[in-house]
């Protein structure tokens, strides 16, 4: 499966942003969708993952209660609403997808180019 992320920018702390995964080449629905973040000078951690039909969620506790990871099988996309944004959320952020479930970094065989979030105070 191919993946595309995009939908990052420039905000403000407190802005929303959404991103979007979308994917091609594959049944979407036989992947588990991740969201990664890369911040500056640190290493990738995960963020959020959504089963395969959408039904089970995981958030890291750092975006949890901010962030809403969600998919649509028939447009192939995944999406992660970001909202309340923080300085601390800047980074690259990364979609994947892999057939098992897992918050994994090293689990996830598919990858999406980065999209840069930057979030200025």
């Known amino acids: 499966v191919q993946l595309q992320a995009c939908g990052g920018g420039l905000v403000q702390t407190g802005d929303s942003l959404r991103l979007s995964c979308a994917a091609s080449?594959?049944?979407?629905?036989?992947?588990?969708l991740g969201w990664f973040r890369q911040p500056p000078g640190k290493k990738r951690e995960f963020v959020a993952a959504?089963?395969?039909?959408?039904?089970?969620?995981s958030y890291a506790d750092s975006v949890k209660g901010r962030f809403t990871i969600s998919r649509e099988n028939a447009k192939n996309t995944g999406y992660l609403q970001m909202n309340s944004l923080k300085p601390e959320d800047t980074a690259v952020y990364y979609c994947?997808?892999?057939?098992?479930?897992?918050?994994?970094?090293?689990?996830?065989?598919?990858w999406g180019q980065g999209t840069l979030v930057t979030v200025s105070s």
């Open positions: 080449g594959r049944t979407f629905t036989s992947y588990v």
């Open positions: 994947a997808a892999d057939t098992k479930w897992t918050r994994r970094e090293s689990d996830y065989d598919y």
């Open positions: 959504i089963s395969w039909s959408g039904g089970g969620t």
